[in-house]
C-alpha cells in the first residue's frame, strides 16, 4: 500500500490565490521530504528538501518566498504556492526516504495536479 | 550542472521482445541508480536500483550498471502491453541541502509495447 500520501491529488485556483498540498508519510518517520515539480513532458525537477524542525532548503531558481514548505511533523510536509499564476500549473510530488533502506531510496506521494485559471 | 540523459523515444517493441532502455550521468561521484516506471498523471513507482557495477536481475527486468562508462541500463524481457509507460532513470544527486539524499532525474523514454 502507500506508505506516503499526498492531498489534495488535485486543485484548480484562481491567479492570484494560495494553495497548501500536505505530504504525509503514513507509517514512518521522515525528518527529511523532498518536493517535485514536473512540467508536462518534462522530468521531474527538484524544488526543494523540507527539513523536521529547520528551514527547508531551495533549489538554485525556486523562489523560497513563493513557495512556502512547512515540515511541521516528523511525518508531514506542506507546500505552500503564494499568489499562484497560470505558470505555477504543474504537478507537484513530494518524497520520503524510509528507514530502514538505503539513504537515498525514496517513496513518492501520488502527486497534485495544480492548474492556475 | 548534473545531468541525466535518456532518448525520449518513444520506443516501440512487439509483446514478447525484449526492450532496452538506456541512460548516461554526468557525475562521476554518483552512488545509486534508479530506475522508475510513470503512467501518464501519476507518480513515479521505483522499479529496481543498482549499487555495483554489473547486472542486477528481478523477475523481467534487469538493471545494467557500468560506473566507468557511466551508464546505466534497464532490460525489460517479455515485454507487455502493460509495461507502456515513461521510464525514468534517476541518480542520487546533491541538492541545495548536500545530504546526498535528492533524486536527479532524466527526461524520461516512453515504452509503447503493441500487442
Known amino acids: 500500500g502507500a506508505v506516503v500520501s499526498q492531498h489534495p491529488s488535485r486543485v484548480i485556483c484562481k491567479s492570484g490565490t494560495s494553495v497548501k498540498i500536505e505530504c504525509r508519510s503514513l507509517d514512518f518517520q521522515a525528518t527529511t521530504m523532498f518536493w517535485y515539480r514536473q512540467f508536462p513532458k518534462q522530468s521531474l525537477m527538484l524544488m526543494a528538501t523540507s527539513n523536521e524542525g529547520s528551514k527547508a532548503t531551495y533549489e538554485q531558481g525556486v523562489e523560497k518566498d513563493k513557495f512556502l514548505i512547512n515540515h511541521a511533523s516528523l511525518t508531514l510536509s506542506t507546500l505552500t504556492v503564494t499568489s499562484a499564476h497560470p505558470e505555477d500549473s504543474s504537478f507537484y510530488i513530494c518524497?520520503?526516504?524510509?528507514?530502514?533502506?538505503?539513504?537515498?531510496?525514496?517513496?513518492f506521494g501520488p502527486g497534485t495536479r495544480l492548474t492556475v485559471t | 550542472q548534473k545531468e541525466v540523459e535518456q532518448n525520449s523515444g518513444p520506443l516501440s517493441v512487439p509483446e514478447g521482445a525484449i526492450a532496452s532502455l538506456n541512460c548516461t550521468y554526468s557525475?562521476?561521484?554518483?552512488?545509486?541508480f534508479f530506475w522508475y516506471r510513470q503512467y501518464s498523471g501519476k507518480s513515479p513507482e521505483l522499479i529496481m536500483f543498482i549499487y555495483s557495477n554489473g547486472d542486477k536481475e528481478d523477475g523481467r527486468f534487469t538493471a545494467q550498471l557500468n560506473k566507468a562508462s557511466q551508464y546505466v541500463s534497464l532490460l525489460i524481457r517479455d515485454s507487455q502491453p502493460s509495461d507502456s509507460a515513461t521510464y525514468l532513470c534517476a541518480v542520487n544527486g546533491y541538492g541545495a541541502n548536500q545530504a546526498g539524499t535528492a533524486l536527479i532525474f532524466g527526461k524520461g523514454t516512453t515504452l509503447s509495447v503493441s500487442s
Open positions: 557525475d562521476r561521484g554518483s552512488q545509486s
Open positions: 518524497s520520503a526516504p524510509r528507514r530502514g533502506l538505503a539513504s537515498d531510496e525514496q517513496y
